[in-house]
């Protein structure tokens, strides 16, 4: 069974940053896909960004809404994925999962919540 542990969420002010972490457990070298969704309340969960084609350098995707802001890498030694948000917004609160596909299944975190408030 994949597991997948976020941390990094927590509160800041607008215009703030956060980087939020994501370890699996299992190589992500060879993952079809890692990424970031998130589910404000009273929403659907949405994309935020994702990474692809591992094996082949990788192919970022990221929403409209966060575009320039926001920031997915990952480190295959560490079997970690991260996101580097910045200048965050009140649009941006909500609980952030972490998504991994691998061998074709898709498995998913249990989010980390970011607020943010003046």
């Known amino acids: 069974q994949v597991q997948l542990v976020e941390s990094g969420g927590g509160l800041v002010q607008p215009g703030g940053a956060l980087k939020l972490s994501c370890t699996a457990s299992v190589s992500i070298f060879s993952a079809d896909a890692m990424g970031w969704y998130r589910q404000a309340p009273r929403k659907q969960r949405e994309l935020g960004a994702t990474?692809?084609?591992?094996?082949?350098?990788?192919?970022?995707n990221y929403a409209d809404s966060v575009k320039g802001r926001f920031t997915i890498s990952r480190d295959n030694v560490q079997n970690t994925g991260y996101l580097e948000m910045n200048s965050l917004d009140l649009d941006d609160a909500a609980v952030y999962y972490c998504?991994?596909?691998?061998?074709?299944?898709?498995?998913w975190g249990r989010g980390t919540q970011v607020l943010v408030s003046s």
């Open positions: 998504y991994l596909q691998y061998e074709k299944i898709d498995y």
């Open positions: 990474i692809t084609h591992f094996t082949s350098g990788g192919r970022e």
